[in-house]
């Protein structure tokens, strides 16, 4: 979810962003690019530029999700007493992943639901023709092979012999 992006920057942040900081402020480039192919490994991560004033200075992954968030971080070192912007840390990460995950969990929920309405749906068809319609159907056969001109047989339902008499009897 969201909240996974939300854990992977604050994680780039307080672990990465400081050792990163201090490769750039010592010019040591092949560890700055080390720790950006890092940062690529990271869950939903797919891209990580380092940039000052424009140019780039080290870069990993690539866009190519369709939906991405990006986070521009500021990357400060403190000498003499001040804060000084060394350049900035952009982390694309996708969201195509997230949607899968909400569209696969949105059509199990969905999936699942059908199978309770069906069953609970089964289950009502089953206590209706039990009760209700099993004898509807005695007493439509029983009329159709009613004669009106002489006397027809008398009209059983199939019930249990304790049933107690309804408007049936």
Known sequence: EIRDIDRVYAQIE????????????????????????GITR??????VIVRDRGAILGHAGRKVSGKVVTRDLPMRYAYSGRSNLLGTLTVVSSLDEIYAGLLDRAFTIL???ALK????????FAFFYRQINRHLLTISNYLRGLDMHRRGSVLLLERSPAHPPDELD
């Open 14 to 37: 307080e672990a990465h962003l400081p050792s990163l900081t201090q490769s750039l402020w010592a010019t040591d480039t092949a560890l700055l690019q080390v720790q950006i192919e």
């Open 42 to 47: 990271l869950p939903h991560v797919e891209h």
């Open 111 to 113: 999936v699942g639901n």
């Open 117 to 124: 309405t069906f069953l609970v749906a089964a289950l009502a």
